[in-house]
């Protein structure tokens, strides 16, 4: 019997706006490896966002396992950006008294500023 090796390809893609995704999914690596430091195991992953196909979250797994340093070093940046989208959004709309404004719009009452 002949065996042949095939060779995986890790099912990363990184879309235009520089963010990396699990395969043609919108799951990010992210997500990924978050759930798996979380303690998540791949089928748990996998059953949690089911457009991963379980091999594909062994392989992203995997390749974070084997490029720990670089990965990690992408995944500081990303919350890093994240966190400075948040102050500008905050900047440029203040979140003080939000809830109280989106309930008094609920219940119909009028809100002064």
Not at 22 to 39: H, Q, S
Not at 54 to 72: G, K, P, Q, T
Request: net charge neutral.
């Amino acid at each position: 019997m002949a065996s042949a090796t095939k060779t995986e390809t890790v099912p990363l893609v990184t879309d235009r706006d520089g963010v990396i995704r699990v395969g043609k999914t919108r799951v990010t690596l992210d997500t990924v490896i978050a759930a798996f430091l979380e303690g998540a195991t791949a089928e748990e992953i996998a059953q949690q966002y089911p457009s991963l196909e379980l091999a594909d979250v062994y392989l992203v797994i995997a390749h974070y396992l084997r490029r720990r340093d670089e990965i990690d070093a992408y995944l500081r940046r990303r919350q890093e950006e994240s966190e400075q989208i948040r102050r500008e959004n905050e900047a440029r709309f203040d979140p003080t008294g939000i809830r109280e404004r989106l309930a008094t719009r609920q219940t119909g009452g009028s809100y002064a500023r």
